[in-house]
């Protein structure tokens, strides 16, 4: 079993205090009494006080008018907490977030959206960064009977930041809107929906400390390609399963995940928005570029349809999509067979369908896997029906079909 690290309460209310423990900044009962000893009551205290002499005669004294001096503690959590606001600040412009940047706000988030979220990790990276999940529902730390379970992964190539981007956005609006938003909490209360932001975040790091090279951070920091390395149903893997692969195929056997979305950017090299929806299969049996179709394939094609219809671009032929480009014509109204476009095997997609029964489509959001903080925020604003929409077919397709 994969271990879970709850970051948070599991269904009671979080005071005031219980908030602020965000990576660190923690009260502790002997850091209590070691501050009091440090700072004397009569030089915290701003009114007037008195003293007492041996025989008890209160003697009055006057208070000092200066700002009572902070002990060691409130300095140290007045620093984390500006560090932590300045984070919150930097992402919610649609800047580009490091691993460690993503670990403070996925625990911010399970703060602010309790009692609904649940922050866990499934494994580590090659270089021991956690593979940190934040799940959404009702009792999001358990499995209920008859509730579907659906996730969303991003960053799979660690210099495809979009994905990460959009999903972390995705929780935050999630969490700020649930109680007001009637849909969003019908959703939530119904469907498990479990976010994995980063299966790479190795790859992040080499990606924020280099020139930004094409392909820098995009494998693993074993040089693997994560997306090529699962087993495949037609073809033998090259690679053992490398420590982020272990941890994806451990949860999907925990968990009985009924849809799974993929989030990929980087795939065409010609316009910002150029995107596309592909499904399974990804590979053929021959090895050749053809479609490759599983026995659900209608299914995956409404699934992939859903999704590019609902973006106010994927699915048109003319305005900022791939199948404006003849060599992307194969690509009408915005979806693909994965193997018609490029056969390739050992994918994460196949393996979803083939080992553990879960739908999953992978979604290309965007040819630049580099973007300004606008541009990061428009493809939000484009992509955010669909996932809500595709996250809902769980329940309303499936379990009535």
Same mark, same amino acid.
């Given at each position: 079993?994969?271990? !879970?690290?709850?970051?948070?309460?599991? /269904?009671?209310?979080?005071?005031?205090?219980?908030? @602020?423990? !965000?990576?660190?900044?923690?009260? =502790?009962?002997?850091?209590?009494?070691?501050?009091?000893?440090?700072?004397?009551?009569?030089?915290?205290?701003?009114?007037?006080?008195?003293?007492?002499?041996?025989?008890?005669?209160? !003697?009055?004294?006057?208070?000092?008018?200066?700002?009572?001096?902070?002990?060691?503690?409130?300095?140290?959590?007045?620093?984390?907490?500006?560090?932590?606001?300045?984070?919150? =600040?930097?992402?919610?412009?649609?800047?580009?977030?490091?691993?460690?940047?993503?670990?403070?706000?996925?625990?911010?988030?399970? /703060?602010?959206?309790?009692?609904?979220?649940? *922050?866990?990790? !499934?494994?580590?990276?090659?270089?021991? /960064?956690?593979?940190? $999940?934040?799940?959404?529902?009702?009792?999001?730390?358990?499995?209920?009977?008859?509730?579907?379970?659906?996730?969303?992964?991003?960053?799979?190539?660690?210099?495809?930041? $979009?994905?990460?981007? $959009?999903?972390?956005?995705?929780?935050?609006?999630?969490?700020? +809107?649930?109680?007001?938003?009637?849909?969003?909490?019908?959703?939530?209360?119904?469907?498990?929906?479990?976010?994995?932001?980063?299966?790479?975040?190795?790859?992040?790091?080499?990606?924020?400390?280099?020139?930004?090279?094409?392909?820098?951070?995009?494998? %693993?920091? %074993?040089?693997?390609? *994560? +997306?090529?390395?699962?087993?495949?149903?037609?073809?033998?893997?090259?690679?053992?399963?490398?420590?982020?692969?272990?941890? $994806?195929?451990?949860?999907?056997?925990?968990?009985?995940?009924? *849809?799974?979305?993929?989030?990929?950017?980087?795939?065409?090299?010609?316009?910002?928005?150029?995107?596309?929806?592909?499904?399974?299969?990804?590979?053929?049996?021959?090895?050749?570029?053809?479609?490759?179709?599983?026995?659900?394939?209608?299914?995956?094609?409404?699934?992939?349809?859903?999704?590019?219809?609902?973006?106010?671009?994927?699915?048109?032929? %003319? @305005?900022?999509?791939?199948?404006?480009?003849?060599?992307?014509?194969?690509?009408?109204?915005?979806?693909?067979?994965?193997?018609?476009?490029?056969?390739?095997?050992?994918?994460?997609?196949?393996?979803?369908?083939?080992?553990? +029964?879960?739908?999953?489509?992978?979604?290309?959001?965007?040819?630049?896997?580099?973007?300004?903080?606008?541009? *990061?925020?428009?493809?939000?604003?484009?992509?955010?029906?669909?996932?809500?929409?595709?996250?809902?077919?769980?329940?309303?397709?499936?379990?009535?079909?």
């Amino acid at each position: 079993m994969f271990s !879970i690290l709850s970051m948070g309460h599991a /269904r009671g209310k979080a005071s005031r205090k219980d908030k @602020m423990v !965000i990576h660190g900044i923690i009260s =502790d009962r002997h850091d209590d009494e070691e501050e009091e000893k440090e700072v004397p009551e009569e030089e915290v205290t701003p009114t007037t006080t008195t003293t007492t002499t041996a025989a008890t005669t209160p !003697i009055p004294r006057l208070a000092t008018h200066h700002n009572p001096p902070k002990s060691k503690k409130e300095n140290r959590v007045s620093k984390q907490i500006h560090a932590l606001k300045s984070i919150l =600040d930097s992402i919610r412009s649609w800047n580009t977030t490091g691993h460690e940047e993503m670990s403070w706000w996925l625990q911010f988030l399970n /703060r602010s959206c309790e009692p609904y979220s649940h *922050l866990y990790s !499934i494994g580590s990276s090659v270089q021991n /960064r956690e593979l940190w $999940v934040i799940a959404l529902s009702d009792h999001p730390e358990i499995h209920e009977i008859g509730e579907p379970e659906v996730k969303i992964i991003g960053n799979i190539h660690g210099n495809e930041n $979009v994905g990460r981007e $959009v999903i972390l956005h995705m929780v935050d609006h999630i969490c700020a +809107n649930i109680d007001s938003d009637p849909d969003l909490r019908a959703i939530v209360e119904n469907i498990r929906i479990h976010f994995l932001p980063s299966l790479n975040p190795d790859g992040i790091f080499d990606l924020l400390f280099s020139d930004h090279g094409k392909n820098i951070g995009r494998l %693993n920091a %074993n040089g693997v390609d *994560l +997306n090529r390395n699962f087993p495949d149903q037609f073809f033998p893997s090259f690679h053992d399963p490398e420590p982020e692969t272990q941890a $994806v195929m451990k949860w999907m056997e925990t968990i009985p995940f009924m *849809l799974s979305a993929a989030l990929h950017d980087g795939a065409f090299g010609k316009c910002v928005f150029d995107s596309v929806v592909t499904y399974p299969f990804d590979d053929s049996p021959s090895g050749q570029t053809k479609y490759s179709a599983t026995p659900d394939d209608d299914i995956f094609r409404y699934l992939a349809r859903l999704y590019a219809e609902t973006h106010p671009e994927m699915h048109l032929s %003319n @305005m900022g999509n791939c199948t404006r480009y003849s060599q992307h014509k194969k690509f009408i109204g915005g979806i693909t067979n994965g193997a018609e476009w490029s056969s390739l095997s050992n994918t994460m997609q196949d393996y979803n369908y083939v080992q553990t +029964n879960c739908f999953e489509i992978a979604v290309e959001m965007s040819c630049i896997t580099h973007l300004n903080s606008s541009t *990061l925020s428009t493809i939000f604003q484009q992509n955010y029906p669909s996932l809500l929409g595709f996250i809902r077919q769980v329940f309303y397709h499936f379990l009535l079909h």
